[in-house]
């Protein structure tokens, strides 16, 4: 306690430092230095120290998904089964992934379509991040009038304690499926929830989406989901996700159960 | 004089606990700081991962007057990412 005191006082006397270089914040030029960084007299980045058993920032994950989806309104009400393979690719503060996936629908499998994406982070503070990114969907499921569409997304993540943020995003496709039976239009997600840490291995987040069909006939379609990530290790991880449809007479709901390996 | 008493502080910083450097910059003039923050974070650079947390930690609590978050960016990232993987195809489009 005494010690706290001590410290606080101290605080009080000296000006902050939020990027704790030795330079404070009111005249440091380059407030968020990362702090194995040795600066100038300005604040500003001279180079950087190298810890020595630090691993590069970059590392791959590989992840396998299984999906059962549940549609009250297909007049068979038959689940239908999927599976997928993501491949992520992190590059200090890019985010490159692959999916591929397979359907299993009314005994008929085939193939799914394949996304690419690319991921921007950008961290605003220690705080406060924004990932814009863009995507293509090639068309590899074998449906007539598949083609390639592509978007961009965005999503916003703010930490306002250590555990616990708050998170919104949106994602816009443009969609150039052709269908004779009905017009399509392209289709814009939007999301918003909370996210917890539990514990150091346990993760789980609450979510609001809102999302608008390709198909012009059908309604927004408003969902609530709910994540759970578990770490087993340094290596292993899984997850499972929970999606309900609200606010229709015929109910979707989903679940999604994926496991992963991180490689370094 | 001046040049003087910056190379004590830094001889002696070579000798001495993190409180005690800690202490030193933040007494040090303000325009000398950074060189003695830069001279700790070598130090904190050699030290083992537990007292390098330790380190950083009262240096926040110090410098920001609140404890250090030991958090992960790059798992959170991850977990982000992993979790945010849309399920477009079967839920929203049959």
Redesign the interface.
Known sequence: MRYLVI??F???I?????D?????DD?DVCNYTP??D????N?CSVDR????NDKD?N?I?I?L?Y?I?H?D??PEKED?Y?SSI?L?Y?SNSW?Y?I?V?F?D?EDKNSA??T?INI?K?I?LN?DF?F?IGMFI?IPT?NFDGNRVDYGISE?I?Y?FS?DMSI?A?G?YTIVNDVNNMENIHNQF?SYIGIGYFVSKKI?I?FYYEN?R???YIKHR?N?INS?L?Y?FNKDW?A?L?Y?Q?IFDEDL???I?F?I?Y?FW | MKKFILWIFLISSLYSNIDEEI?K??KAP??D??????IL??KI??MKEEERLKS?SK???????KMI???D??????????????????????
């Open positions: 410290i606080l101290t605080t009080s000296y000006s902050l430092d939020y704790m270089d030795g330079v404070p005249i702090f194995f040795r600066v100038g007299s604040g120290l190298t810890l020595p920032s590392s994950d992840v998904g999906n989806s549609n309104e297909s239908i999927s993501l992520n992190y985010i992934g999916k996936g359907l629908k799914d379509d996304t991921k982070i961290q220690q991040r990932t969907d499921n999503a993540n930490y250590e998170f995003g994602q997600n993760y987040n999302d069909s390709k198909f379609i969902t994540g990530f770490q991880f997850s996700k999606i449809e979707h709901n989903n999604d994926q992963g991180t | 202490d910059i933040q303000i325009k700081r950074y060189k003695l923050m830069n974070k070598e650079v050699k950083i240096l926040k609590l110090v410098t920001q007057g978050k030991h958090k960016d790059k798992k959170r990232i991850q977990i982000d990412t992993i979790l945010d993987n849309r399920i477009k195809s079967t839920l929203k489009e049959d």
